[in-house]
């Protein structure tokens, strides 16, 4: 490693200056899928925290193990694993909520921030800084899906986590709810008015 | 020891794979019993939503108990072939040929004035996926007393209307039987009736497909137990 980068740096970075989803632009498909609701989007979140901090200790753990020709492999069975059981807990804990997101936490395998972090950060770091990875990593991505899915939430169907907040008077005034925010396309628009709040914010992330 | 040879290697991903299988195994095997039991429930919230009866998530199995007080499998002839109509899968029977069909009947009793209602389960493919319901008859074998839809994964907003009540609520009323032929509920799009003389619903908007799933779903699914509803008529 060219320069020793501190614990605080490596769990707060993925926030907002090294945001996974929106300075890096990854995992954009389980964005687009997801988040028509608040409730998946905050059980997606979460359970992407739990495997990306998981796998990530477990690779570091194996670093030093792993055989580099099959490595690639090895991060596949270690997130697989995980990502199986976080299903299984889901649907004995969780039924309806599994029930919606349905194939999305078996695709968490292909979401390319868990193998972006193994690689880049677990394969070359020791345990601890790897778990504050993991998480800072999938607190960043959770925060996105939060923020899309509470806009397409309140603007699509006019509730939140399933509660009515715009109120009845609003409809009898002529006010509807616009059908395209529960539609993929619109989480697309929501996270680039993301980005381009984000970027305005932060000139050194603004490129030429 | 040479961590990058080929014995290496394959050592390695011997015991890895050994090591995570076996950690799911464990996994399944322990909450195995806990998914069978949502798994149980929902299918029970299910069938009780379509005779318009909404249940606490704690309370499902009983008031299942309390209002479901018969349950069989006919056959396409009429004939009753046995009683677990809950075990029976629907998605596989759908696959068979109707003459093999395992048909399940569920037989529900409305506390308020005792009046019996049949609860028929519907499988079929809408766009993205499967999608399935229930549909209750009254006594009569003909009138439908409510329907309950769902689905895997259809469109938000267009095809996955089909699970609201906006949709399934068109259903009451609609009947089986036309002038002593047996003709399914079919949907058609708002505006339009079908070729046949047979009731219909309107179609969702915008969930094209979907509907002319549900429309086959019914035809398909309902038509076998002709014979059954036939001499629930004559009764």
Redesign the interface.
């Known amino acids: 490693m060219a320069e020793k980068v501190s614990n605080k740096s490596v769990l707060f970075n993925p926030f907002s200056k090294n945001n996974p989803v929106i300075v890096q632009v990854l995992g954009i498909c389980s964005v687009l899928a997801v988040t028509?609701k608040l409730e998946p989007s905050i059980v997606m979140g979460l359970s992407v925290i739990a495997v990306l901090a998981f796998s990530n200790v477990i690779i570091s753990l194996l670093r030093n193990?792993?055989?580099?020709?099959?490595r690639i492999?090895?991060q596949l069975?270690?997130v697989?694993?995980l990502v199986?059981?976080v299903s299984?807990?889901l649907?004995?804990?969780a039924?309806d909520v599994s029930?919606q997101l349905?194939?999305f936490i078996g695709l968490i395998i292909t979401n390319c921030i868990l193998m972006g972090r193994l690689e880049a950060f677990a394969m070359a770091n020791r345990p601890w800084p790897s778990f504050l990875d993991g998480i800072g990593n999938g607190v960043g991505y959770a925060i996105i899906l939060v923020i899309v899915g509470f806009f397409r939430e309140l603007l699509?169907s006019g509730t939140l986590l399933g509660y009515q907040v715009v109120p009845q008077a609003f409809y009898d005034a002529g006010y509807v709810n616009n059908?395209l925010m529960?539609?993929p396309p619109m989480a697309l628009i929501v996270v680039a008015c993301i980005i381009w709040v984000h970027r305005s914010r932060n000139k050194d992330l603004q490129e030429d | 020891m040479n961590k990058q040879s080929n014995s290496y290697t394959i050592l390695y991903i011997i015991v890895l794979v050994l090591v995570v299988g076996s950690a799911l195994a464990l996994t399944a095997m322990a909450l195995k019993p806990r998914q069978q039991e949502n798994a149980d429930a929902d299918k029970k919230r299910q069938i009780l939503a379509s005779v318009h009866v909404v249940a606490e998530a704690s309370e499902i199995a009983s008031t299942f108990d309390k209002y479901v007080t018969d349950q069989f499998i006919v056959n396409e002839k009429g004939e009753r072939i046995g009683d677990n109509a809950f075990a029976v899968n629907v998605a596989n029977q759908s696959k068979e040929s109707a003459a093999e069909r395992q048909l399940p009947v569920y037989v529900c009793t409305m506390p308020g004035d005792g009046a019996t209602k049949y609860i028929l389960p519907v499988y079929g493919a809408g766009l993205w996926g499967p999608i399935w319901g229930y549909v209750a008859l009254d006594a009569d074998g003909s009138t439908v007393f409510g329907a309950y839809f769902a689905h895997q994964g259809e469109t938000p907003g267009l095809g996955a209307e089909i699970e609201k009540p906006a949709f399934s609520d068109q259903f009451e009323g609609k009947q089986m039987f036309k002038d002593g032929r047996f003709l399914p509920v079919t949907v058609v799009k708002a505006g339009q009736k079908p070729l046949g003389d047979e009731d219909y619903v309107d179609a969702v908007s915008g969930g094209t497909i979907t509907s002319k799933g549900v429309a086959a779903m019914l035809s398909d699914c309902l038509s076998p137990y002709k014979n059954f509803l036939e001499t629930l008529r004559n009764k």
Do not use: D, F, H
């Open positions: 028509a193990t792993i055989p580099t020709n099959i492999i090895v069975v270690v697989a694993g199986v059981i299984q807990l649907q004995a804990y039924y029930k349905s194939v699509g059908g529960i539609l």
